[in-house]
């Protein structure tokens, strides 16, 4: 598989510490409020990435955090707690609000089809771990202590910019609103292990530490959850393109100051969801959930569709009018292939050929509409409808579009859409026939015909239905 690694900015092989086996990291969300539609796309395409090497053969462990502490809007020793605002706009506790946005993030990946990372882990799970890599940071030199703060040193590393020349407005996204000079830095740009002393002591959820009563900086939650679990050597570490500098930029930082060698060897990026104003994002309030979505008649999936229609590595722009496009194309498909005929046995032999070019699909770099457009070319070539349906079946355990198991539930005014056209054809037949105009009558007909709509002649006139 070749894969864009943010790491030396090119194409590469993909080749994983251990045969057969990938280790796969994926930074979370952070719990105070509901996911947005723009964090779901970096997660439906980090899931087709899992599922493609899952796919390919490999035996994946997919971790992820969740950031239920630490995550301040400012990366220096400034800006509030997000939890903690999330809390006091609520009226609850961190805690509170963590469980809650937990489950509703988990919630919105099961209706995506976004399959549960093998480990999901808390960051308030692993205090002890976070301490631990602090220790030793200090003990190796790679760390210093000021103004009550744990900071560690970058002036240390022979390349801290690792990810080189990414885009001046990536990095400006990174370094998050009203980043302030924190004068207990030796360098510009150190960064905060441990807090004992913020601006904003209110903190909710402390814990004691050889420092004092504090608690941890945002990066170094990543850096620990992932060597629990994935031990030293990360093959695939995943995140937005937002996350790559200053927080992985600082997660390599600090674990391979601590391990004593290189981490993580593929970077993977997903580019931003913007709508008409923009970058979408949590922090400017109104933002599109998949519950409005749904409350507006789309099936999730056709959001997920939506996503794979186009490269992970190109910035997507959501609008209703692009939705419903998907809407009407994923209904199309539905309908297609749920026409199909179950009955016989699937032609393996003659698949193989199709499971060959979406293969080479996804091989490269993870092309997901090209993928797509391996549904559709099965569904036009002269396969019987079996192994058509054992084709798509297998092409759905990395789309994961319920291509073979859904039923159109999806925007309803674009089903109505759809009908009025069929009834307005059959009126345009009637007509003709009337006129003995055959030609038109005959043109009609073969038009409905290829809609999959069945034409029955009761005494009331003419019914129809869609071939099933
Ligand atoms: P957060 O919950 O804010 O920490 O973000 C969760 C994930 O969503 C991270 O991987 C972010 O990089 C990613 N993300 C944030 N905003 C967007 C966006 N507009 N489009 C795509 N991914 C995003
Ligand atoms: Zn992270």
Same mark, same amino acid.
């Given at each position: ?25 994926? #930074? ?63 009226? !609850? ?14 919630? &919105? ?16 799970? #692993? ?42 407005? &990536? ?27 913020? !601006? ?98 789309? &099936? ?77 070319? *099965? ?6 409808? *079996? ?5 798509? &079946? ?54 409905? !015909? ?19």
């Amino acid at each position: 598989m070749i894969l864009y690694n943010s790491l030396g900015q090119t194409k590469q092989e993909f080749i994983p510490y251990f045969k057969g086996k990938v280790n796969m990291y994926t #930074c979370g969300p952070t719990v105070y409020h509901y996911a947005h539609i723009g964090n779901l796309r970096t997660y439906i395409m980090e899931d087709v990435l899992e599922k493609y090497l899952r796919f390919a053969g490999y035996n994946v462990n997919r971790v992820m955090n969740i950031t239920d502490v630490g995550h301040l809007s400012s990366d220096a020793d400034t800006g509030e707690d997000k939890m903690l605002s999330g809390a006091k706009r609520e009226h !609850k506790t961190v805690m509170e609000i963590a469980k809650f946005y937990t489950d509703a993030f988990f919630a &919105d990946c099961e209706k995506l089809n976004i399959k549960r990372p093998d480990v999901v882990e808390p960051a308030t799970n #692993c205090i002890d771990e976070f301490i631990n890599m602090i220790t030793v940071l200090l003990q190796k030199g790679y760390a210093y202590t000021a103004g009550g703060n744990v900071y560690f040193d970058t002036s240390k590393l022979d390349t801290y910019y690792v990810f080189g020349n990414m885009n001046e407005e &990536d990095l400006a996204v990174g370094v998050r609103d009203s980043v302030e000079e924190d004068e207990n830095k030796r360098n510009k740009a150190d960064f905060v292990l441990w807090f004992t002393k913020s !601006k904003f002591d209110s903190q909710e959820l402390k814990w004691d530490s050889p420092w004092g009563v504090g608690y941890p900086g945002w990066h170094i939650e990543c850096s620990c959850i992932s060597t629990k679990h994935n031990g030293e050597y990360l093959d695939i570490h995943c995140g937005g393109i937002d996350n790559a500098f200053p927080h992985h930029t600082n997660e390599i930082a600090q674990s391979e100051a601590y391990l004593g060698h290189k981490w993580c060897n593929y970077w993977f990026h997903v580019l931003h969801l913007n709508d008409a104003r923009g970058k979408m994002s949590k922090s400017k309030g109104d933002f599109l959930t998949v519950s409005l979505l749904e409350s507006k008649g789309y &099936d999730p999936l056709v959001y997920r569709m939506f996503c794979l229609q186009s490269h992970y590595r190109k910035p997507l722009t959501f609008s209703y009018d692009s939705l419903d496009n998907t809407a009407k194309a994923y209904d199309k498909l539905i309908k297609k292939i749920s026409a199909l005929s179950k009955d016989g046995t699937p032609d393996t032999a003659k698949a193989e050929q199709y499971i060959y070019s979406f293969k080479e699909a996804l091989d490269n770099d993870l092309n997901t509409s090209l993928g797509l457009t391996c549904v559709y070319d *099965v569904l036009k070539s002269d396969l019987d409808d *079996v192994t058509k349906i054992y084709l798509i &079946d297998e092409f759905d355990k990395v789309l994961s579009l319920n291509l073979t198991k859904n039923e159109i539930k999806s925007n309803n005014s674009d089903n109505n859409e759809i009908n009025a056209e069929v009834e307005n054809l059959i009126a345009q037949r009637t007509k003709a026939r009337a006129e003995k105009d055959w030609a038109t009558a005959d043109a009609i007909r073969d038009k409905l !015909k290829e809609m999959n709509v069945v034409l029955v002649d009761t005494k009331d006139g003419i019914q129809w239905h869609f071939e099933n």
